[in-house]
């Protein structure tokens, strides 16, 4: 017997009428590329956003097409998330962080017909333009003055959605019809494409607005440092969109002074990014002896939270919220949001928990598995392979033949992890930066962790170096802090009364800043170039 509901299908757009039907007087608030503040309301960008369906019809955009961006979290990325994927083509939001080379791979591979882009990016876009082989036309995000001053000849946003009528006839199709695409950062190999369906993006959505993720809601005001160019901004134009938060777009200037500016003028009260744009925003705040009344919560993802993070905001009254996922996932897979029965420990003892990663989003399920494939129990204790299955997590990835998934249909992460008996997740590293050491593992993650409780010390890396006996040991690389000096020796001993004997580093090199990726994650494949041969002290 079958259930008597309609059968409707799950469709971006649908969220997008919503929203313009129930919150038409939320705000939208930009850092424009070009430098003013740009403030419209949500009744406001839905008429833009259908004038951008009828110019993308009328150049020709035809269902499963694929529309690159190149471009800053602004409004004008915003409404093409909603006008591509409304009339069926495919958003492709390209990572310019990944270099030229990179780019023009994922964007010949990806075959995007038209490619839009930031005034920022035209150097690049002029690097690539002779390397692309599929794109018919390029527009810039920008106005029409704008565009004439960065001298291209492309056409202007602007003038692309001038004159176009701001009413359109949505159309209908399978739920399951790709919405967006994104590639992974290709650290190891080239990008992988991962293409995300209306389905996929709206039950991430359901699932990300629930009170134990993101949790927000009307009357809210959200920031997502974290970029549109990769994993959607951590799914937020959806969310923020379907509950009626304000959302406010940082633009190009990531710096812990300008985002402490429009945190502050907007009223911010929840704000999303990676450790290296939270450690930048709170190393401005002390330094400049500010603070961030309105800021209550903030989510730090892409890599390990940092306990001095925790701690260095917890002073100004911010509670930091770990969160993981990956490109594969839509991106969301955990937040920890703690109970009230652990919120009341006492501070030492509640860190711990905020060290986790949290807990899955509904329709996302967990396991950890032992080398063999064993599943292993969730018992805060046993750590293995984590592996994930649910109805927004890859199933494979584009143009790729080569099954991703194991025998039993769950995805590999690649990570090692803990789970508790209360489903909360422990990331304990990548399964390739795990330090074997004399038959044990030893995580990077931990040593890191202690290492930037030092007062001396802004941001801090681990990897394994060869050892004659104990096969690798952990070499502890450091960035000082700003005006300080400690000796090796110094860290080393503060080390020793936070991690097991096992876990101390046999060395401490020092480096003037860290290599970053494209998503802002330390490269330790630059950093195992760079001390190839490294030879630990006797």
């Known amino acids: 017997m079958k259930g008597l509901m309609m059968d409707r299908p799950l469709l971006t757009t649908e ?19 070009e430098g003013p503040i740009h403030r419209y309301t949500v009744a406001d960008s839905y008429d833009r956003i259908c004038r951008l369906a009828n110019a993308l019809k009328r150049l020709g955009v035809k269902y499963g097409d694929r529309v690159g961006v190149i471009g800053w979290n602004t409004y004008r990325q915003f409404e093409m998330y909603y006008a591509v994927g409304g009339i069926g083509a495919v958003l492709h939001t390209v990572n310019p962080r990944l270099g030229p080379d990179n780019a023009a791979f994922v964007i010949n591979h990806a075959e995007d017909d038209f490619l839009f882009y930031d005034i920022t990016f035209a150097p690049l876009i002029s690097a690539l333009r002779g390397k692309l082989k599929t794109v018919r036309k390029f527009v810039l995000l920008t106005d029409d ?3 004439r001053e960065a001298g291209t000849g492309d056409d202007s946003y602007e003038s692309l959605i001038a004159g176009e009528a701001d009413e359109f006839d949505w159309p209908e199709f399978d739920e399951n019809t790709a919405v967006a695409m994104c590639y992974t950062s290709g ?16 039950i991430q959505t359901f699932g990300s607005c629930l009170p134990t993720a993101l949790g927000c809601r009307e009357g809210d005001a959200l920031l997502p440092v974290v970029p549109m160019f990769h994993v959607n901004a951590w799914n937020t134009p959806y969310s923020a969109l379907m509950v009626g938060a304000k959302q406010v777009f940082p633009g190009p200037k990531l710096d812990g002074e300008s985002l402490y500016e429009l945190l502050d003028a907007e009223k911010v009260n929840y704000s999303l990014g990676v450790p290296t744009v939270w450690l ?5 705040m002390e ?6 009344p309105h800021l209550k919560k903030g989510l730090c993802g892409g890599s390990a939270l940092p306990e001095a993070l925790i701690r260095g905001f917890e002073k100004h009254g911010i509670e930091l919220q770990q969160g993981w996922g990956m490109t594969e996932m839509s991106p969301i897979g955990t937040v920890n949001v703690l109970p009230p029965s652990i919120m009341s420990l006492p501070q030492d003892e509640r860190i711990q928990y905020q060290l986790k990663a949290g807990r899955s989003l509904p329709f996302v399920d967990m396991r ?11 018992d805060g204790e046993s750590d ?30 690649g990570d090692v992890a803990i789970i508790d008996e209360d489903g909360f997740l422990q990331i304990t590293d990548r399964a390739k930066d795990v330090i074997k050491t004399g038959g044990e593992w030893v995580s990077s993650i931990d040593i890191e962790n202690a290492a930037l409780l030092h007062p001396d010390v802004s941001n801090a890396a681990v990897i394994g170096v060869t050892h004659p006996k104990w096969q690798e040991r952990p ?7 700003d005006g300080r000096d400690p000796s090796p020796e110094e860290i080393k001993e503060f080390l020793k009364g936070k991690l097991d004997k096992i876990a101390w580093p046999d060395a401490v090199e020092f480096v003037p800043e860290l290599p970053l990726g494209a998503t802002g994650k330390v490269l330790k494949t630059e950093l195992r170039k760079k001390f190839k041969g490294y030879v630990l002290p006797a």
């Open 280 to 284: 930048g925003l709170l190393q401005y």
């Open 368 to 378: 950890i598995v032992s080398e063999d494939g064993r599943e292993l129990p969730r």
């Open 15 to 33: 969220i997008l009428k919503h929203a313009a039907r129930n919150f038409r007087k939320t705000e939208i608030v930009t850092r424009t590329v």
């Open 384 to 413: 293995g392979r984590l592996q994930v299955r649910g109805p927004s997590i890859v199933s494979a990835y584009f143009k790729v033949e080569a099954p991703i998934l194991t025998a039993d249909g769950w995805f590999d992460t």
């Open 187 to 202: 650290t190891t190999g080239d990008p992988k494409g991962v293409v995300y369906s209306h389905r996929s993006c709206v």
């Open 145 to 147: 003055v704008h565009a």
């Open 475 to 481: 070499l502890l690389i450091v960035v000082k802090r």
């Open 287 to 292: 330094k400049a002896g500010k603070t961030l």
